[in-house]
């Protein structure tokens, strides 16, 4: 007896086998994937066919893949074919590794006295795109999480925005101590040269391990902690750099945003965002290209 769910089963995973070996002919190396979609492949083969059985009528068709036309990709998880488990097993193991050095460095003194929390960097092992900023401010100091306040708020706005999670990307500071501020019982200070070639290395080894696609780099002082003297951020934003191999995307931080709040700034950070988006392959829709424009 024929079992039609059992067919269409066979025949969208036939379709999906050949649709990814044509990608991979082309040079494909990452394929969107939502959870849903995950969790139905790894499933048994009847849990898949329920699942699939469950979606509206006309839902699964639609889903199998075209081959002479890709799929764009979604908003969401993109998965990294070439990365297997053990390689982001891999990789956490040697940021946590990293970590432990970290939490223990007094290589500046005055820091490491003043500091709460050592901020080491939060997110995605494996992730394709690498935030970095300048350094922790008292709430990221007193949590141990870069990007946390205000300015970190608006950070994963952004993030979200370009069809992210926070989760997915990774978040990291030049220096990972709270530069001290004596006497002041508020406010924040620009790192000094010395501080931020003393804490680079550190930088360095998280870029190696996670090894991103992508880093935007998030205002002045990041560009510079990279780079050292540049142009200024007015002058660089938007246009792509390069750091060991890695293109860099210079764009301002988000606390200028929160400074300056006005349409045409906060537009110039999104044009920036929409370069790294068409980079990484996220779809950029007309929405998108809307965005703080004057109506």
């Not at 750091?243 to 606390?255: D, I, K, N, R």
């Not at 906060?266 to 790294?276: A, L």
């Amino acid at each position: 007896m024929n079992n039609p769910a059992g067919n269409t089963y066979a025949e969208l995973l036939e379709a999906t086998i050949k649709h990814l070996e044509e990608l991979r002919d082309k040079g494909v190396k990452f394929v969107p994937v939502s959870q849903r979609t995950l969790t139905a492949l790894f499933a048994p083969a009847g849990l898949a066919r329920r699942a699939l059985a469950a979606q509206p009528q006309g839902q699964a068709a639609a889903s199998a893949p075209r081959a002479a036309v890709p799929a764009p990709k979604p908003a969401g998880m993109l998965m990294d074919t070439s990365a297997t488990s053990a390689d982001i097993t891999g990789k956490q193991a040697a940021l946590d590794a990293l970590r432990q050095r970290v939490l223990s460095c007094r290589k500046c003194q005055h820091l490491a006295q003043s500091r709460r929390n050592v901020v080491f960097g939060v997110g995605n092992p494996g992730a394709r795109l690498m935030f970095v900023g300048e350094a922790p401010g008292a709430e990221e100091d007193e949590q141990g999480e870069p990007f946390v306040g205000k300015a970190g708020q608006l950070l994963t706005k952004i993030i979200q925005t370009m069809g992210l999670k926070r989760e997915e990307v990774y978040i990291a500071n030049i220096l990972k101590c709270r530069p001290d501020t004596p006497g002041q019982a508020t406010g924040n200070r620009k790192p000094t040269p010395t501080e931020m070639t003393t804490c680079l290395p550190y930088l360095l080894e998280q870029i190696k391990i996670i090894k991103p696609e992508i880093i935007v780099a998030l205002g002045g002082t990041a560009v510079e902690g990279l780079f050292g003297k540049t142009q200024g951020i007015t002058k660089v934003r938007g246009q792509w750099l390069e750091f060991q191999g890695v293109p860099v995307m210079p764009t301002y931080h988000p606390a200028y945003l929160l400074r300056n709040q006005s349409l045409q700034e906060k537009r110039k950070v999104w044009e920036d965002m929409m370069q790294v988006m068409q980079r990484l392959g996220l779809p950029v829709t007309e929405k998108h290209r809307g965005y703080f424009l004057k109506g």
